[in-house]
Structure formats: C-alpha cells, structure tokens
C-alpha cells in the first residue's frame, strides 16, 4: 500500500507542479519626477523566457528602442519615457499577474503587448477596468477586438482600452486563402491548428475564405503545441491528397511538423501565418524550401519609414534580432508616445493628474506614419493598416513574395 | 495506401523512445522507491550534451561517424549529472519521509531546466539537431526515416545489454538482491551506495540514448523537452508495471502505439470525429493507463520480486 500510495502522490505533486507559477514581486521606483522632467512609463508585456523568447525579445528591444529614441529627441517636452518589461512566459496566467502590476504602478501610462491573443483575453479586462491603455503589436485574434459576433458580421468593441497595430486574423486567414487559392493556385488544403486563440482564430478565418473561393478543405485536425511528433496526423494526411498543409500555429510546433511532412514524402508546402514568419522557422526544419508564411504590413526592409528603425536598432546593439514584430512594436510604443504627447499639449505641457484618461482619450486621435504604414485605429481599436505580405522560405530565410490586401470570396 | 503499417511503426518508434527513458524511472523506483522526477531533465541535458559534442566536431565530419561520439557525450553528460543527483539530492534523504525526496526531484527538475536555459549558449529557444540526409526506408509497407531506425536498432541493444547484465553479472544480481531487501542484502557484503549510484548510472545512460534519437527524430532539442517526455516514460513506467525492466520498454510501445493509433483512428469511429485528432492523443494515452490501472493495478507486467531490478 505504501507503494501505491507513493504514487498517488507523485501524480498529485505533478499536477500541482503544473499549476505552479513563477511569483515575484518587484519594487515600484517610487519617485516619478527627475528633476524637470516627469517620467512615464510604458509597460511591455510579452515572453521574455521560454518557446516564443526570440519573438518576445524582439518585442521588447524595439520598445526599448521607441523610448529611447522618444527621450533622445525630446519628442514630448518635460517627459521622460521609461520601459518596464515583463515577462508572461506566453501564459495567460502569468499575463493577468503582469496586468496587474501595471495597473498598480501609478507612473505606468500604457502598455505594450503581450504577444499570445490567448494572454491578451486575460489582460484586457483589468486594464478596462483600470482605464489603462494596451496596444498590442502581436494580437492578431479578431474576437479581441470585435468579440465572438464577427463571424456572423456582427462586431461589437470589447474593450475601450485595447488597441493593436496588428491586423486580425480575418484578414491574415483569408489573405492566405485568397494568396493560396488565386495566386499558388492550389484548391484542396488540409487544415490543421493548435486549438490556440491565436491558431483556430486564424484556421477558421482561412476556411471560410478558402470555401468561399471554391477551394476544398480536404481534412482537418487539431496538435497540441507542446507536441513535437507529428507523425501519425502526417500519415492521415497523405491519404487525402492534398495540395498544401494550412497550419494555424506558432513556429516552434510548425518546424517539426512541416518537416515530418516532406519525410513521409509528400512535397507540399506548409502555410501559416505571422507565428511561423520567424527566422527560428527555416532554422529548425530543414525541410523548410517552399513553405509559406503571411505576414502584417509590407516587409519591414522594403519600406523606407523602416529604414531608419533597422539602423537605429542595429545601432543600439541589442542581443537578439527584432523579428517579426519589431516594426509593429515600435509603432505600438509610438502611438503610445503619440497619446501621451497629445494628452501633455492638452494640459499646458504638463504630464495630466488623471494621465490615464488622458492617453485613452487622445489614442482615437492617434495618426502618425510609422515603421510599418501609416498607424491610425478604428472603431474597434483595430489597425486601418491591412496590407499584408506573403512569404517563401528560399534558401532557408524568408524571401517576400506578394503584397496587398486580402481579396475575399 | 494502407497506412496502418505507417501508424504502427511511428507509434513503436515513439514508444521505444519512451521505453528507454522509463528504463531509468523503473530501476531506481525498484531499488530505492523514489520516483525520480528529474529524470526527464537527465534526458535533456544528455540532448545538450550529444548536441554540444556535434557542435565541437570539425566541419565536414560525417553524422553516421559522429552518432558514437554524440551518444558517448550525451552519456556521459547524462550519468555525470545522474550521479550527482543521487550523491547530492537524494543520497541525504535516503531515510527521510518518502515525500522528501519526491519534493527535491521536483526542485532538482526546475534547476537542471533553469541552467541549461541560462548557460548553455543560445538554449532560449529550441536549437537545431543534426539530421542524416536522404529519404526513408520503406520496411514491410511503412517509410522509416533515417534518424528513426537509430532508435529502432538501440532500444533491443540496449535491452539485450540490461538483460545480460542483470541475470548475468554479479553486479546485476546484487542489484536484484538490494532490489529485494536491501538490508540483508548489505549484510550479505554487497555495497548498496554503488548498487544504487549503478541504478542511476544506467538509467540516466538509457536516457541520453534516448535524447540522441528523438535529436535525430524531431531534430531540435530545447531546455523544455523533457518535461512532457518524462511525464510520458513515467506514464510508460507505470503501465508496464513500475519496478520491472522488460515493462517499462513494454510500457512504452504500448503507450505509443496507442496514441498512434488513436490520432489516427478515433476520429474515423462514427460520432467520435470531435476527439479524434492528434490534441487528443495524450487524453487517450491516459485513458488506457486508467483502464490498465483498474484493471490490473501492478500494472501490464505486474511486479513479480524476482524480475525487479
């Protein structure tokens, strides 16, 4: 019995382990004026550790970057813009905890991130409550913005406080299909997602547009993104004959899977969207020639607002690359910026006693041209910018293929 | 095409892996009935040890040269940190409440997976595993892939080698005797500290075998894989029987056939199409340790004394 006993506990003990979250406090600076200037700070919330680090670190230099360019050239007279950054593990969990450190800290004026839509679900309503503005550069979940009822056409805005400079996953779905269907010319997909917010939002959107083309959805499956054996989903693949795999996804389950794909001896290519569009992704499959990716805006290297970002963060000399999110995190840290600029020059450049409202009031206003397009937010608090760009893997990095906005069926 | 030989051999492909890393819960539950909740972690950092000994090799050495070398570095990287858990973590708490133990292998579990994220260069995110080039070997209907059939040929190898060392050597048979009594069987003159070290000496061997297959496998390794590949050897373990070395191998091939079989399978049974794809695998492996467990509660191989080691 002893035995048995032991065992029992062992399971309990792993189940709790599993529950287990990291806790840690960190002490608020207190003071919020240096001298003649008032110090704002703009909390970012994204993966510092973990799976998604290199996207998460990216998100968080070129925050950084926005801050320091923003204090560098005096952008807003008498503030000093400071980051604060998180780390959210990619766990809605962890993200509410951060969500509320922000909230508690007074001087914190806006937030970036985080970079998971499943994260975001638990952050928006605290910051709602709390009158805290988020801009998200990654959050591509429609429902974030337009609740459940977009599918039927039916939006309603969720959260006063929630803004992105990332476009939905309505429109990166169905860009996919529309790029898959009238320009790859393949009519029969397989479709597989991870059940994530981010990855069934983004299946689902791809679906109904592919449908709508005409095109066939011989198969769908779900993965979990823990997963890194595909094998036996890859073998019910090959019976459907299908032209292309559709994997609404992040890269680190999306590498071994396309992979297993090409060594069960079906050539064809995978597809995702922006969570594959990492350098990480041809790095870890080396099967990876001919697989596709959907991205947000044009490529950050082919527009000249970006040039003086790529410069800029080259020149900061930070670790890690930007990534996918890099230019769409500097335009979330702007329109930041941006508010709280216009919130000061409403209050005789002084930085308001209700700073909050102020920024939240002023982000409607927001219009700028920045490293991704011009940024600006509709009624949903959503990006008017909706170009998007497919990509190829060609010789094991990324190569653009196609830009423009998403044709629907 | 019939791809049920396809499901079949991927499923006993996984679940040799599996096999070969509950060899190491199942010889040291037998002996000091301590699950070893680090030894998912004894697996990942053989990974990084095999993978580091790839990284050192001059360009142009070959992967089929180097796959002795990468399994003799993952070893010995493996057996290092085993050892060290054994003589610093648990050797302190062998006469402690059970609990204590299980509790410092949770903690030990954190600290192998922090360090590696830490210190090993570039282990933030997942790092890539060298692969053999070429295509797959079609064997009786179903395509092996190159890097699978390493597994394939090193999980019997590796049972054949425990086999004979147990009922064959002196060393095994004092294993099984402290196995049965470890206080007669120290009167009887046998060193049970070295017993139990050998214990984790070749469970944590058996595993780096293992991280060097699923390398080849999935080809990458990250600080975070064996936390779920643990959970499922520990699965395998149990279900063989846990204490029996034969039923954790024979565990392991039935819990991957099983979620083999059910991601591709399940979803075809009339109204079953909701829980048949491949998130469900897991939900289904569990399922059938359920069943086993109520069933035949000593679990597949049950736990005759004798064969305990």
């Known amino acids: 019995m002893r035995q048995r006993s032991i065992i029992a506990i062992t399971a309990a003990l792993a189940a709790g382990s599993l529950t287990l979250t990291a806790c840690g406090s960190r002490d608020d600076d207190g003071g919020s004026s240096n001298g003649d200037k008032t110090t704002v700070v703009i909390g970012v919330d994204a993966p510092l550790t973990g799976d998604l680090s290199a996207l998460g670190l990216g998100i968080k230099n070129s925050a950084d970057l926005a801050a320091k360019t923003a204090n560098k050239k005096e952008y807003v007279k008498g503030v000093e813009f400071k980051i604060e950054p998180l780390d959210d593990q990619a766990q809605p969990s962890v993200g509410q905890q951060n969500a509320q450190k922000f909230i508690s800290d007074k001087n914190v004026l806006g937030v970036v991130g985080p970079l998971n839509s499943s994260v975001s679900q638990q952050m928006q309503k605290p910051f709602n409550d709390a009158g805290l503005t988020q801009v998200s550069p990654a959050n591509t979940g429609t429902e974030l913005t337009q609740g459940d009822g977009w599918k039927t056409g039916d939006s309603v805005r969720q959260f006063k406080t929630f803004f992105r400079t990332a476009t939905t996953d309505e429109i990166q779905g169905a860009f996919a299909a529309d790029y898959l269907y009238n320009q790859a010319k393949l009519k029969k997909v397989y479709l597989i997602d991870d059940q994530k917010t981010y990855g069934a939002g983004l299946a689902a959107s791809f679906k109904a547009n592919f449908t709508k083309f005409g095109g066939q959805i011989v198969g769908t499956d779900h993965v979990n993104p823990d997963d890194r054996d595909f094998n036996a989903v890859v073998a019910k693949i090959k019976k459907t004959g299908a032209q292309a795999l559709y994997y609404g996804g992040e890269y680190p389950a999306a590498g071994p899977l396309s992979q297993q794909l090409k060594d069960s001896g079906q050539n064809i290519p995978l597809m995702g969207g922006d969570g594959i569009y990492s350098g990480e992704f041809p790095k870890l499959n080396k099967k990876a020639e001919g697989d596709l990716a959907t991205s947000v805006g044009k490529p950050v290297e082919q527009l000249d607002s970006a040039k003086t970002f790529i410069k800029d963060y080259e020149a900061a000399g930070y670790e890690d690359a930007y990534e996918a999110y890099g230019g769409l995190t500097y335009d979330a840290t702007w329109a930041i910026i941006e508010a709280v600029k216009l919130a000061v020059e409403g209050n005789d450049g002084k930085v308001p006693s209700d700073g909050r409202k102020a920024v939240l009031d002023a982000m409607a206003k927001v219009k700028f041209d920045g490293v991704t397009g011009t940024i600006s937010f509709d009624e949903f608090g959503d990006t008017t910018n909706h170009t998007m760009t497919a990509y190829k893997v060609k010789s094991d990095a990324w190569a653009p293929e196609f830009s423009g906005e998403p044709k629907l069926g | ?309």
């Open chain 2, 1 to 309: 095409m019939n791809e049920l030989p396809q499901q079949l051999a991927n499923g006993l492909i996984l679940g040799a892996m599996y096999g070969l890393i509950a060899i190491g819960y199942t010889m040291v539950y037998g002996i000091v009935q301590l699950i070893n909740f680090a030894h998912g972690e004894i697996f990942m950092v053989g990974g990084f040890g095999a993978l580091t000994v790839w990284l050192v090799l001059p360009e142009g050495f070959g992967l089929g040269a180097a796959v002795p070398l990468m399994i003799i570095g993952g070893v010995l990287v493996s057996v290092a940190v085993g050892t060290a858990a054994e003589r610093f973590a648990y050797r302190p708490l062998r006469t402690a409440p059970r609990l204590a133990p299980l509790i410092t292998a949770i903690g030990l579990s954190i600290v192998l997976q922090q360090a590696v994220w830490m210190w090993y260069p570039d282990a933030k995110k997942d790092h890539p595993f060298p692969q053999f080039h070429g295509g797959p070997i079609e064997i009786l209907g179903a395509n092996i892939q190159r890097g699978d059939l390493f597994v394939l040929i090193a999980a019997p190898l590796c049972m054949l080698a425990l086999g004979f060392f147990v009922t064959k050597t002196r060393s095994g048979r004092g294993m099984q005797a402290t196995a049965q009594d470890p206080d007669t069987a120290k009167l009887m003159g046998i060193n049970t500290d070295r017993i139990i070290v050998m214990a984790f000496a070749i469970g944590a061997a058996f595993a780096a075998v293992a991280a060097v297959a699923y390398g080849l496998k999935n080809g990458q390794v990250g600080f975070r894989m064996g936390f779920l590949m643990g959970l499922k050897a520990f699965t395998a373990a149990v279900l063989g029987g846990i204490g029996n070395i034969y039923g954790a191998m024979l565990g392991g091939i039935v819990l991957g056939v099983a979620e083999s079989l059910a991601t591709g399978y399940i979803g075809d049974i009339p109204g079953m199409d909701l829980f048949g794809g491949g998130a469900w695998k897991d939900v289904w492996a569990f399922a059938l340790l359920i069943l086993v467990l109520l069933f035949r509660p000593q679990g597949l191989l049950g736990e005759r004394v004798a064969d305990r080691a």
